[in-house]
């Protein structure tokens, strides 16, 4: 038992390190300047909406409709056409030959190393308590952890998101090196209170949701740096790498969608349980006042997307103070409010 | 900059519409947007005066004269108020008004949750909780502020969906719109030529767009379909709306005829459902005392289980005997996570201890005091509990008051302090402290029963000498182990300690509107997800023939909001069309909607 708890602790360890080790290589590949013509080499996947209509050729006078040849760093907008986002941002990163990345690959593979160490750790741990192994803070974060790398690394399949990589890698590291130093606890079982399947489900979905959030936040960062690029006109190392600030405002909306309703799920299922471990199900602790505050702000900036005024920049940083909200509810409330939701050692 | 491609969805139907005379249904769907521009403009005029952040950014293009505001009598200011009201900005900034006002009550002690942190608040910050209290923060979520928000949100809410609800429907039963002329301003779109027949490509994209509702149209021999489907993303935006409506009523209603009571019950003691019965109780305005169902309950036995190694807790079972008004008995267990359904109503296990059952002769030998007295647990792994055993009823007229610990594994160390080292009753021990005088009982000020009131009462002490000679006044302390009968100091009578039944703390709810709130929750969740996962998309098909006499194949497709599958969709439903032999990419030389 111990033995199993203390290789998964051995596990979570690495697992951080390898974070370590992909935030530095996805930062070096970052850093590499981009060639200064971008390549034109599109990966397949990208050629979306305007290009077969393009070939067709339609009526002369529509072509200007098109987008426009893309600039590197988008400097010139796109209309919002749905080609905007194939044609610009990812043609950048993609841009250069795949033997300029070679930083971005091995910050890949260190990637996908680590979310496995994590995840063997995780199941570890869970035989070592004899239990779901998301019942205190220390495993939590781990969840959270591990969701974000397995979204980053199925978006990633879809399309080339290795900008995100830095990030998120460094997101790990910090959240597991938190968890490793101030919130470890040894396996052990749970209190009556938890025993549930609820524990089961509103847990789980809880930790994931915090994972999910933590890329869309991270993206809604991106683009609110590309945006500002865009805006002066000029870019940085940084903000050359990224797509257009609306392409990466869809893939935030995107992750945020999935999210929020996982959100609402945490506080269906956590209703659900407090009504049948204290008789009512909702009773505005200060755990439920946070994760309602939380739901709401993603209600508004889900709102906000589809108020005129208010989409673009100003949604972003719903995203962003949604989960800093998140950040709150699950570090600052449970060590300084006074909580029914005080979790078993931490 | 514009973030949104469903901008872009309304303008092709922009160039069209005057031409199509159908409803527009692009237009509808960018209505959050198309329909707040257009009130935007309508309404810029009265927000030049009121300047509050969510008209100041109106775009002043229809600014209205001085006198046009001069003219605008009551039912104008209340319609543009209204319009305000119901507008995505505002409901926006409700929203976020209903995020920030809610969080004062995470920050300051809330009086319904912690009711002693409040008290304690007043103590700590004399000056400041009488302002807290007038501004209603020690009670946030009963606050008339808080109220005011969300009632707004959710008039506002309604202001908002039933309108777009209506228009759903009318969606519903119409035709979907014309297929504007050209496609040319459809980023996703195609167009090529094939062999086969304009008959059999008609055919087959019916079939590929089995899915969608179709309106087929033709003209000059050129056959158009207009097709749409994900009706259920607007209808689940709708529902997911219209459900929050419904878990706010069911909630209210249910605060209303609520009740609640919390009573403690010994082994072997019965409990009958009755309001004098509990400890404490509260109901909504609206409560009648008929819906308290009168069984009554036994506690048979409670069992609880420790771990071995860290003394937490394991397992809290209470086996009870259930007794209709009308029924047999019937046995039943509670645990923590698994309420007892009973008379519509939940009985929750929510605490648990120990109930010394002990007895108290007066100095004059008399029964002065019997019972089982619960002690509350201090610790949770060890089980020292506190109470207070009050004897009244002495015939000598001094009151005795015992306080003091029950250990349930009682150990003694070199220092003569008493503590237990198990949450088992394996060597259990009472220790107290005796006070003798006025209880206080019958002043009618009503009295915490784990509390004493010690202000008329002294404390029994005795003169011990130290081995270096000096002396101390100390509390005389009794320790009494079961069986055991002990005499108490002063001669003030003895104490019997019987035996040590366990006690749980049960909370009974009534809410009959438990299962609405859940429904009207799955139902919002549901909602949810379609309005967010569900793609509402349009597909125009249009099959001509060129100059050559080929049939020439133009289409587009469109979507509301983010669909990354969209340009996959329009393929899906194309290249069943393309099979023809012969036929291929060619671009035709005219498309078949402008020679049309
Ligand atoms: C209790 C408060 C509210 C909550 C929690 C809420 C939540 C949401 C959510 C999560 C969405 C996203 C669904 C989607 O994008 O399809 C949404 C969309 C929408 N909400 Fe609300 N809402 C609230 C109040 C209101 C009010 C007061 C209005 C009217 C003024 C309103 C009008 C709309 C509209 C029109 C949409 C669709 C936006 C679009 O199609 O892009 N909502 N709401």
């Not at chain 2, 002329?181 to 055919?203: E, G, L, Q, W, Y």
Request: charged residues 20%; negative net charge; aromatic residues 10%.
């Amino acid at each position: 038992m111990t033995e199993l708890g203390q290789l998964s602790l051995y596990l979570v360890t690495a697992a951080m390190t390898c974070y370590l080790i992909a935030t530095v290589t996805f930062a070096i590949d970052l850093s590499r300047r981009v060639a200064s013509a971008p390549s034109r080499v599109r990966e397949p996947q990208l050629v979306a909406a305007g290009a077969p209509a393009e070939a067709a050729g339609s009526a002369t006078a529509d072509a200007a409709a098109l987008p426009p040849a893309t600039p590197v760093n988008g400097a010139a907008r796109t209309n919002a056409g749905g080609a905007a986002e194939p044609a610009t941002g990812s043609g950048d990163a993609a841009g250069p030959t795949q033997v300029r990345r070679r930083a971005a690959a091995i910050g890949m593979s260190t990637f996908v190393l680590g979310a496995l160490f994590l995840l063997i750790g995780i199941v570890l741990r869970g035989i070592a308590a004899g239990r779901v192994p998301w019942a205190n803070m220390y495993e939590f974060t781990m969840v959270a952890v591990f969701v974000a790398s397995a979204l980053f690394l199925g978006i990633q399949r879809r399309r080339d998101v290795r900008y995100l990589g830095t990030f998120i890698s460094l997101l790990a590291v910090l959240a597991l090196f938190l968890a490793l130093t101030v919130l470890y606890t040894d396996p052990a079982a749970v209190q009556p209170a938890l025993q549930s399947y609820w524990l089961a489900i509103h847990v789980s979905i809880a930790s994931s949701a915090m994972g999910v959030f933590a890329v869309a936040a991270t993206t809604s960062v991106l683009q609110l740096v590309k945006d500002r690029a865009e805006h002066r006109g000029t870019a940085g190392r940084l903000a050359a790498k990224l797509p257009t600030a609306d392409s990466l405002e869809r893939l935030s909306y995107r992750i945020n969608a999935v999210g929020f309703v996982l959100w609402t799920f945490v506080l269906i299922s956590g209703s659900i349980w407090a009504e049948h471990a204290w008789g009512r199900f909702w009773g505005w602790d200060p755990k439920e006042v946070w994760s309602f505050v939380i739901w709401v702000v993603y209600a508004a900036y889900l709102h906000a997307r589809s108020t005129r005024g208010w989409e673009g920049r100003r949604a972003a940083w719903f995203s962003i103070i949604g989960f800093v909200s998140i950040l709150v509810n699950y570090y600052v409330v449970n060590f300084f409010f006074s909580s029914l939701h005080s979790y078993s050692g931490v | 900059m514009r973030y949104r491609p469903e901008g872009l969805a309304g303008e092709p139907e922009v160039e069209e519409s005057g031409e199509d005379g159908t409803p527009d249904g692009a237009a509808r769907d960018g209505e959050a947007r198309d329909g707040e521009a257009a009130r935007a403009s309508a309404t810029a005029a009265p927000s030049a005066p009121a300047s509050n952040t969510a008209t100041a950014t109106l775009t002043p293009t229809a600014t209205a004269t001085g006198d046009q505001l001069a003219r605008w009598g009551a039912r104008e200011w209340l319609r543009w108020m209204w319009r305000q009201l119901t507008s995505m900005r505002v409901a926006l900034l409700l929203l976020l008004l209903l995020a920030v006002a809610a969080l004062p009550g995470a920050f300051f002690p809330q009086r319904p949750q912690t009711p002693e942190k409040v008290a304690q608040y007043y103590l700590d910050h004399p000056d400041l909780a009488p302002v807290l209290e007038r501004f209603g923060l020690f009670d946030v979520y009963a606050s008339p502020w808080f109220a005011a928000v969300y009632l707004l949100l959710f008039v506002s809410l309604v202001g908002c969906i039933v309108p777009r609800a209506i228009d759903h429907v009318r969606t519903l039963r119409e035709p979907p719109p014309r297929a504007p002329r050209r496609f040319s301003r459809f980023p996703v779109r195609d167009a090529f030529v094939t062999t086969s027949t304009r008959d059999d490509v008609v055919a087959s994209a019916t079939t590929a767009l089995k899915p969608y509702r179709v309106r087929r149209e033709e003209a000059r021999g050129v056959v158009t379909l207009s097709a749409e489907r994900g009706y259920l993303r607007e209808a689940g935006n709708i529902t997911f709306h219209l459900a929050l409506v419904g878990l706010l009523v069911s909630v209210a209603y249910g605060s209303l005829v609520h009740y609640r009571g919390q009573v403690i019950v010994v082994e072997g003691e019965t409990f009958a459902n009755s309001r004098i019965a509990y400890d404490s109780f509260d109901a909504g305005t609206w409560f009648a005392a008929d819906s308290l169902d009168p069984f009554r309950m036994q506690l048979d036995s409670f069992t609880a289980e420790f771990d071995e190694t860290t003394g937490a807790a394991k397992d809290f079972t209470a086996s009870v005997t259930v007794t209709e008004p009308d029924g047999e008995p019937t046995a039943a267990t509670i645990k923590v996570n698994h309420p007892l359904r009973v008379g519509g109503a939940n009985v929750y296990l929510m605490g648990n201890g120990f109930a010394p059952r002990v007895q108290v002769r007066d100095a004059s030998g008399a029964l002065a005091f019997s019972g089982a007295v619960p002690f509350i647990p201090q610790n949770d792994a060890t089980y020292e509990s506190r109470g207070v055993i009050k004897v009244a009823d002495t015939t000598t007229g001094t009151q005795i008051g015992l306080n003091g610990w029950l250990l349930p594994t009682a150990v003694v160390d070199a220092d003569a302090n008493a503590f237990s080292i198990s949450p088992y009753p394996d060597d259990p021990a009472l220790v107290l402290d005796v006070w003798s005088g006025d209880l206080g009982l019958d002043d009618g000020v009503p009295q915490n029963v784990y509390q004493l009131d010690t202000d008329g009462l002294t404390q029994v002490t005795q003169q011990t000498t130290a081995d270096d000679g000096t002396e101390t006044t100390e509390p005389v302390r009794v320790v009494v182990r079961p069986g055991e009968t002990v005499d108490l100091p002063d001669g003030l009578g003895t104490i019997t300690f019987e035996d040590l039944p366990r006690y749980v703390g049960l909370d009974l709810r009534y809410d009959p509107t438990l299962g609405f709130v859940l429904t009207f929750a799955l139902l919002a969740l549901g909602g949810l997800a379609g309005s967010l996962f569900l793609p509402r998309r349009r597909v125009f098909v249009r099959v001509g023939a060129d100059d050559a006499g080929r049939t020439v194949v133009t289409a587009a497709a469109l979507a509301r909001g983010d669909d990354p599958g969209l340009d996959r969709e329009l393929q899906r439903v194309l290249t069943p069309l393309r099979s023809g032999p012969g036929s291929g990419d060619a671009p035709p030389t005219q498309s078949p909607g402008s020679t049309a």
